[in-house]
């Protein structure tokens, strides 16, 4: 590979990940995309292989790539990269983009974050060119880092997107669209671009107004789990912001 | 009052709520503030009078305006209207705009969901007028309904922002800006601006990747609140998708 060719990259998978990666590249590099089970049309000369498949199946297809010189990548946030070379690869390394990656919601890839790690030097050089193929934010991280990352993405979109489902399913049940929460959401989101999620805090448990959390806890005796996670929350800001604290410091 | 005139309303409070209905309503309506404690320069001849205080204080402001003939409402999601006609009020109401404020942060009014009740047609029929001077979508409802509406808000605004904080301290400890988080949380939001929340899910406790999840476990081992955090949200998702939900269907 010269340092001014187009880049020759092959995608194994055809998850939601997968897809926007072939997106995201189609215009920067030659790419190829092949099906994880039986590699159909997997060139051996590409420059790098990212596989983008379910953790659980990273390793098998690794086992599977050994003799290629190619740099092996994977894009997992929670799998190490020793895992490639556990499989014998010969120059792994990882191109991790955090985002939630679904067909049907259209992304700007100019504003993914990707982290990258690579078994040497030059492996990490090569994938830091490919990611800023289309990142503007490209870090290297060690898998440790990006597995606390990953975690922290878990907290900020699943936990979150989850919350509203049970918010949702609460608003269901007096026949209230969940519409009316959506002006709601996009503030809360919007707030965080301007000030820290922990300066933004409002509500009830922040204001330790416990007569409101008592009504609220009240209200989900019909959904244990829900009072749990109610108390749960609540009591986590509580403890954030002590009553006095503006007295105190 | 005649159909035609200008509405004179008093707002009685200096928080953020009151800041963002004088903003909203200084083109459309005569606007007198007064602060809870004094009463200084409140009109006697108002048409209406906002309570807008903590929902502790509410009872007190309301029992000193028993003698006015105008609509006293206030703009609490959790407090009963019958806390009014219980202090004494002639004319109660409530007006319970659904967003959270801050002083800082501008908000588009007309994207502001309002919740009204009324003692009667007539009270009901005036909060709705003045409510829909700014917003475009003005809803009657119960107390019993407003006070879901407003846990369903807590679920969804305050508790997602806590979990953003929880991200932020998380990333805090590997000096990792909280910015990287926030394209995720952008594209989170927008998500559910086209697919319902339960729709919109990913992550490892959707896909009942248990190995990921005891990975995050693990990394929590140091704080004990994060760790059971992460359990029970993990598992509540877990439960809302079961495992082989598409086969079954």
Redesign the interface.
Known sequence: MLDDSRLKISVIGSGNVAFHLMKAWHTAADLTQAPPRTLQGLPDDSDIYIISV???AIAGVASRLCHLPGIVAHTSG?TPMSVLSEAGVQRPGVLYP?????R??P??YS???VFIEGCDDGVADTLQRVAAMWSG?V?R?SSD?R??????????????????????Q??A??A?P?G???????????????????E????????H?T??IA??LE??AGNP?LK???A??S???S??YPENSANTL
């Open positions: 379910s953790d659980n929670t955090l985002q939630t990656f679904s049907e919601v992304l700007d504003e993914i974050p934010s870090t991280c880092t597995c606390k990352i990953h975690l922290a993405s878990v907290l900020a979109c699943n936990f979150t997107n989850h919350l509203w489902t049970l918010a949702e609460l608003l049940g007096d209230i969940f009316i929460l959506k002006p709601l959401i996009r503030q809360t989101a919007a707030k965080i671009e301007r000030v820290s999620p922990q933004a805090q409002t509500g009830p448990a922040r204001r107004d007569r409101t009504r609220h209200m989900t789990r749990q996670i109610y749960l929350l009591q986590s800001i403890d954030t």
